[in-house]
């Protein structure tokens, strides 16, 4: 990008970065209930089995 453009290589990650945040704002945002509701589904496991491993 920085060999077509007039631009900086800073000022293209600083856009970036801008970019990311409003388009995402919760984008960096990971629980670990998110981490166990894939696992428990990964492994075929009951919905009252997730919910038990959560609550944990």
Partial sequence: ICAVSRHLK???ER???LICQAANPA???VSTTDFMSRY???L???LAVEFS???V
């Fill in 10 to 12: 800073k000022e293209i």
């Fill in 15 to 17: 856009r970036f970065k």
């Fill in 27 to 29: 984008m960096n945002t």
């Fill in 40 to 42: 428990c589904t990964n």
């Fill in 44 to 46: 075929g496991l009951l």
């Fill in 53 to 55: 491993l959560v609550w």
